[in-house]
Nanobody, 123 residues
Framework: VQLLESGGGLVQPGGSLRLSCAASGFTFKSETMAWFRQAPGKEREFVAALDWSGRDHSKYYTKSVKGRFTISRDNDKNELYLQMNSLKSEDTAVYYC???????????????WGQGTQVTVSS
């Protein structure tokens, strides 16, 4: 399993970023996928997820990002995305992608994680 997150950076409050996750080593198109984040001194937390189809009705989010972030996927490219709009300082964290053990879960059972991509929201 390999997960390579990219697209992070420094952005001002109110700005936008689009994160990407390139996945390999497993059957990506069959898996429920999710984004997580870990802020300094805090536990890693769930951000957003979607089922194998990527259909809108399958997407779910943690309350703090609902309406600002959009998760999507491209099963032909084995890629997962997170469009982040109206960014706030509290969104500052390292962002990771990974699988979920079942649809509806908010905790990954995965043992392998990528390096993540740093998102810093600051003026």
């Amino acid at each position: 399993v390999q997960l390579l997150e990219s697209g992070g950076g420094l952005v001002q409050p109110g700005g936008s970023l689009r994160l990407s996750c390139a996945a390999s080593g497993f059957t990506f198109k069959s898996e429920t996928m999710a984004w997580f984040r870990q802020a300094p001194g805090k536990e890693r937390e769930f951000v957003a997820a979607l089922d194998w189809s990527g259909r809108d009705h399958s997407k779910y989010y943690t309350k703090s990002v609902k309406g600002r972030f959009t998760i999507s996927r491209d099963n032909d490219k084995n890629e997962l995305y997170l469009q982040m709009n109206s960014l706030k300082s509290e969104d500052t964290a390292v962002y990771y992608c990974n699988t979920l053990p079942y649809y509806g879960s908010e905790q990954s059972a995965a043992k392998t994680w990528g390096q993540g991509t740093q998102v810093t929201v600051s003026s």
